[in-house]
């Protein structure tokens, strides 16, 4: 059995007095796609933006492909990561978020090319070429030199999944990147997603409120509730035979709201 | 006539030696300001002191005082310069500290969102503020960077009390020999305002050129 790619170890996270994450552990192995679902507030993009190194752990440990993510083994010893370390950790995660974040002064091309030439010194024949080939295959080859402002949402989105790829990262992190968009072009980005799930072996962690995608697209799904991780499982076992009372009530919830399973 | 033309002339001259101080005072104003506000929001502490400190004192003391400062005082450590390096010192280390603030402030009003885009694709904290943030701040900056050269370019006449022959130094001297108020009083008015004028027209353009593309619409 190969090793987790992802290895969290009691972490414990409070903004404020509000204890967001209180000592959560999890497994991620390599090329498992991973639905964390759960009430606002649950901690799931919590652990994503941790995960990411945009926020900083109170407590616990977390290995990324059996190295120490906020910490630097140094003889022996553990200290805590500075500013090289996370570099040298982040290469191996790409993170795409709700509202795009793209870089509106750049052109969909930079916005896509920019990283990989800065912090991985491609030429930029070579970095606008392998832009090319991901803007393809995201479906927005024509939009090369569109700026963002001239994106739809669905659009934006897709960009920004082309631009986390193009630093080739292990694992892939997706905070609700269909929560801004209007419902009409959710299935545009959902479709991307489905086709980088079947033709990589990257890994996949998807925080996400489409209920009926989580279910089809994930291996296993964690359902969190104030901090921890509730319940886990199969698709299946967790849409429609949940255990835990609080996945239950909330699943009723989410049904109830419109959403499908 | 023809001696109107020739005081006119005397005039023109001092505009000259006014615009060479406002360009070169920008300049150095630029500069500084860039510096001090990208040090205000550095995570070294001891750089923000430094941006502090100068921002502070440069704000809280005259122009007049800083002018006297560096045609009078620095040639006692050894630092003599000509009226115009003064002027244009004295001038550019001013504005520097009130335009260092804009420059803070448009860095700090660029959301946060970008910052964490730039950690994402793991762009250094240099890399992320040169191709990310510091091109967006630059077009907040900009409206207040017009108002900055335009109080620069009137603050230019505080040279004339070094004895530099400036616009409004010329203006008195033609004053003093024609013994005529209206004429020299009513050229330098109307040669600061059209110089004004220019800063912002100029600044308004730049400033379209820059927003080009980033509200959806190709200009």
């Known amino acids: 059995m190969p090793a987790p790619i992802i290895k969290v170890d009691a972490i414990s996270k409070s903004?404020?007095?509000f204890k967001v994450l209180d000592g959560l552990s999890m497994q991620v192995m390599p090329g498992e796609k991973l639905?964390?679902?759960?009430?606002?507030?649950?901690?799931?993009?919590?652990?994503?933006?941790?995960l990411m190194t945009l926020e900083k752990i109170d407590g616990g440990h977390i290995q990324i492909d059996g190295e120490q993510l906020y910490h630097m083994e140094r003889n022996g010893r553990l200290l805590p990561a500075d500013e090289r370390h996370l570099a040298k950790m982040r290469q191996k995660i790409g993170m795409v978020f709700q509202l795009f974040n793209l870089f509106p002064h750049k052109c969909v091309m930079d916005n896509v090319t920019l990283a990989p030439m800065l912090t991985k010194g491609v030429a930029r024949a070579a970095a606008e070429k392998r832009a090319m080939q991901l803007l393809d295959m995201v479906g927005l080859a024509d939009k090369a030199k569109a700026m963002p402002a001239q994106l739809s949402g669905g659009q934006k989105q897709r960009v920004a999944i082309a631009r986390a790829l193009a630093l080739?990262?292990?694992?892939?992190?997706f905070d609700e990147v269909t929560s801004a968009l209007d419902p009409e072009l959710v299935e545009e980005v959902l479709n991307v997603m489905r086709k980088l799930a079947a033709e990589t072996d990257m890994t996949m962690l998807l925080v996400t409120h489409e209920m009926g995608f989580a279910h089809d697209f994930a291996d296993r799904v964690l359902f969190f509730d104030r901090g921890r991780i509730v319940e886990e499982g199969k698709p299946d076992e967790i849409f429609r035979h949940p255990k835990q009372e609080r996945t239950q009530?909330?699943?009723?919830?989410?049904?109830?709201?419109?959403h499908r399973v | 006539m023809t001696q109107w033309s020739g005081y006119l002339g005397l005039i023109l001259q001092g505009a000259l030696v006014t615009i060479e101080l406002t360009l070169m005072g920008s300049v150095l104003a630029l500069i500084m300001a860039f510096l001090a506000g990208i040090g205000r929001v550095s995570r070294f502490s001891i750089v923000r002191a430094l941006a502090t400190i100068y921002i502070e004192f440069f704000r809280g003391t005259s122009i007049f005082v800083q002018l006297f400062w560096a045609y009078f005082v620095l040639p006692f450590v050894g630092l003599s310069l000509t009226p115009l390096l003064a002027g244009v010192l004295a001038l550019g280390l001013n504005v520097g500290a009130y335009a260092a603030e804009v420059v803070r402030g448009a860095i700090l009003s660029i959301g946060r969102e970008q910052y964490e885009a730039c950690t994402a694709l793991?762009?250094?904290?240099?890399?992320?503020?040169?191709?990310?943030?510091?091109?967006?701040?630059l077009l907040v900056m900009l409206p207040t960077f017009g108002n900055n050269a335009i109080e620069l370019l009137k603050a230019t006449s505080v040279v004339s009390l070094i004895s530099l022959a400036d616009l409004t130094f010329q203006a008195q001297v033609v004053r003093s020999q024609t013994g005529s108020t209206l004429m020299p009083f009513v050229s330098v008015l109307v040669i600061y305002f059209v110089l004004a004028l220019i800063i912002s027209w100029g600044v308004r353009s730049l400033e379209r050129r820059m927003a080009r593309g980033l509200d959806g619409v190709r200009v």
């Open chain 2, 122 to 137: 793991n762009l250094g904290r240099w890399q992320g503020m040169r191709h990310v943030i510091l091109p967006q701040a």
């Open chain 1, 35 to 50: 639905a964390l679902i759960g009430p606002s507030g649950s901690g799931k993009t919590t652990i994503l933006r941790i």
């Open chain 1, 249 to 258: 009530g909330f699943l009723k919830k989410i049904i109830a709201a419109g």
């Open chain 1, 15 to 17: 903004f404020g007095t």
């Open chain 1, 168 to 173: 080739s990262p292990k694992i892939m992190l």
